[in-house]
């Protein structure tokens, strides 16, 4: 869910809560006053006009001190927003990423014992942008550690709450670790292909190829009538063949074959995908690189030919469709 979907579904959800304490609750004049500057906030919010957000959140908070925790958020994104990485050292500009911590802090404090969707996914947020906050901007690896600690005890039966910790000591250099958040990410929820494509990319980020291909074969097991899941395969092999040069003959012709094993399981499944059809003319062409029947290469070279000209008419015939659609 994007941050503007966010804003909109928070916005419906405060609006139409507020309203209902409004008509009954002694401060309903206040409320209104109240649920009347959060929009505002949010339509400054909406178009990155921050400072002005900033002012109409701060009116929520005057206007009605235990307004919806969700607005925190927002005030604390803000902020956020505000804070310039070049500007670091700045006192005005430092007391911005201050202000948008202690807010993130009072978002998740306000909305921990919400059971809402809109406000689940805010906290999450918070906790994220929060985590940001002391990794990416503070570099305080001590900070941040135990706040995402806090997201897996809050959630534990959310895959990404893990890879958000093993982010974290990956980038800490803490690998074992890393591997093993990752690794656990993918035994809450085993059949989501997700959890392996973020298993594939901390190994592709470490090295390790072989394990960057089982995670990605278990990716693809995991939606095997994804045609996308069995190609993506095929370009990490062709890749691999053509870039190592360190690699043996035998392997480099192992990597071509499981690349061409994967793109035909994509074109089984759709035999009008393009990009499978592309890769594997390259699988090919890299193949009778190391073949030395004459015959053999001459016909592996001529079908990689008919798969590039068949590749080239079905993208024309698609863009055409498109633009007929578009009309």
Same mark, same amino acid.
Do not use: H, W
């Given at each position: 869910m994007s941050l503007r979907?966010?804003?909109?579904? +928070?916005?419906?959800?405060?609006?139409?809560?507020?309203?209902?304490?409004? +008509?009954?609750?002694?401060?309903?004049?206040?409320?209104?006053?109240?649920?009347?500057?959060?929009?505002?906030?949010n339509d400054l919010y909406g178009r990155k006009e921050y400072k002005g957000a900033v002012d109409r959140y701060l009116e929520v908070f005057q206007r009605n001190p235990e307004f919806r925790g969700i607005a925190y958020f927002f005030l604390a994104n803000s902020y956020d927003n505000l804070y310039k990485e070049n500007k670091k050292g700045e006192p005005e500009n430092d007391a911005y990423l201050t202000k948008a911590i202690a807010n993130y802090k009072?978002?998740?404090?306000?909305?921990?014992?919400?059971?809402? %969707?809109?406000?689940?996914?805010i906290r999450k947020r918070s906790y994220e942008f929060l985590i940001a906050a002391y990794?990416?901007?503070l570099r305080d690896f001590a900070q941040a550690e135990p706040i995402a600690k806090q997201m897996i005890d809050l959630d534990p039966g959310e895959p990404t709450n893990y890879q958000v910790?093993?982010?974290?000591?990956?980038?800490?250099?803490r690998y074992e670790d890393a591997e093993a958040m990752f690794v656990k990410s993918t035994t809450i929820k085993a059949n989501d292909p997700q959890v392996y494509s973020a298993l594939a990319g901390y190994y592709l980020r470490q090295g390790k190829f072989d394990k960057t291909m089982e995670a990605l074969q278990k990716r693809a097991e995991a939606e095997p009538n994804n045609p996308e899941a069995w190609h993506t395969m095929a370009t990490y092999y062709s890749e691999?063949?053509?870039?190592?040069?360190?690699? %043996?003959?035998?392997?480099?012709?192992?990597?071509?074959? +499981?690349?061409?094993?994967?793109?035909?399981?994509?074109?089984?499944l759709n035999g009008e995908y393009a990009d499978a059809l592309t890769f594997k003319g390259i699988l090919l062409l890299q193949q009778a690189k190391f073949e030395n029947n004459a015959e053999?290469?001459?016909?592996?070279?001529?079908?990689?030919?008919?798969?590039?000209t068949k590749s080239i008419q079905l993208r024309e015939k698609q863009t055409g469709d498109a633009a007929k659609k578009a009309k």
């Open positions: 979907s966010t804003v909109a579904r +928070a916005s419906a959800l405060v609006l139409a809560l507020g309203l209902v304490s409004a +008509a009954c609750g002694q401060y309903s004049i206040s409320n209104i006053r109240a649920l009347k500057a959060f929009k505002e906030g009072l978002a998740i404090d306000k909305i921990k014992d919400a059971d809402a %969707p809109t406000a689940s996914d990794k990416d901007k910790l093993g982010a974290l000591y990956e980038d800490a250099g691999k063949a053509l870039k190592d040069t360190k690699l %043996p003959k035998a392997k480099t012709l192992e990597y071509i074959q +499981a690349g061409l094993t994967a793109d035909e399981k994509a074109l089984a053999k290469r001459a016909a592996m070279v001529k079908l990689a030919d008919e798969l590039r």
